[in-house]
């Protein structure tokens, strides 16, 4: 089946850094990657969109030059968080469509818990 | 008003219990129709789809989907400790390709021995 790798699973980092997580289809083509986060026993907020080889389409509310994303390949998205902050302390998730699957083609990665000190 | 409505519980059953966990939502275009189950500190994982109104059986899990109403529903029979979790309803409509996911807030189950 689908498999997305999420990576790291954990970060702790000093306020002020910035820090960048990974996400990859493994065994498919992702043309459109989702990011999001999740407070506690809070439900998924969608932050972006990207798609492949363009920018990334950013909600409503999310500073794109504090959370940059890149989607340089079919199979690789990643997010960097910059000049890290307390309140930026989340739980971060990543998705890939495989628009092989049709509309339920959406694959998530296991979360970055990031800590910012 | 959320576009998607979801009673976040907790729900605390008995190892055994039929579950019923529900979602209500106001966007007319949402066809397509999921439930992720999410353990703590992981990402969610697809558990059943549904397309439309109907429903739809695997296993201990029932999915249901009253267009109608604008009500789906997951059903897990035989509930068991490792079914401890937080489920969440997802949907979406026709829009085009990479639509994105509206998610409900999820409901934290709770199956005891």
């Known amino acids: 089946g689908a498999v997305v790798s999420q990576h790291p699973s954990r970060v702790i980092c000093k306020s002020g850094t910035s820090v960048k997580i990974e996400c990859r289809s493994l065994?498919?083509?992702?043309?459109?990657m989702f990011w999001y986060r999740q407070f506690p026993k809070q439900s998924l907020m969608l932050m972006a969109t990207?798609?492949?080889?363009?920018?990334?389409?950013?909600e409503q509310g999310v500073e794109k030059d504090k959370f940059l994303i890149n989607h340089a390949s079919l199979t690789l998205s990643t997010l960097t968080v910059t000049s890290a902050h307390p309140e930026d302390s989340s739980f971060y998730i990543c998705?890939?469509?495989?628009?092989?699957?049709?509309?339920?083609?959406?694959?998530f990665g296991s979360g970055t818990r990031l800590t910012v000190v | 008003q959320k576009e998607v409505e979801q009673d976040p519980g907790p729900l605390s059953v008995p190892e055994g219990a039929i579950v019923s966990l529900n979602c209500t939502y106001s966007?007319?275009?949402?066809?397509?129709f999921m439930w992720y189950r999410q353990y703590s500190r992981k990402g969610p994982e697809l558990l059943m789809y549904?397309?439309?109104?109907g429903n739809k059986e695997d296993g201990r899990f029932t999915a249901q989907v009253d267009k109608s109403s604008k009500y789906i529903s997951l059903f897990i029979r035989d509930s068991q400790p490792s079914d401890s979790a937080t489920y969440l309803c997802?949907?979406?409509?026709?829009?085009?390709?990479?639509?994105?996911?509206?998610f409900g807030t999820g409901t934290q189950l709770k199956v005891e021995l």
């Open positions: 998705s890939a469509r495989d628009s092989g699957r049709g509309h339920y083609g959406y694959t």
């Open positions: 065994d498919f083509q992702a043309t459109t």
């Open positions: 990207s798609n492949e080889g363009s920018k990334a389409t950013y």
């Open positions: 966007n007319s275009a949402f066809q397509y």
């Open positions: 549904t397309y439309s109104s």
């Open positions: 997802a949907m979406t409509g026709v829009t085009g390709g990479g639509n994105k996911l509206t």
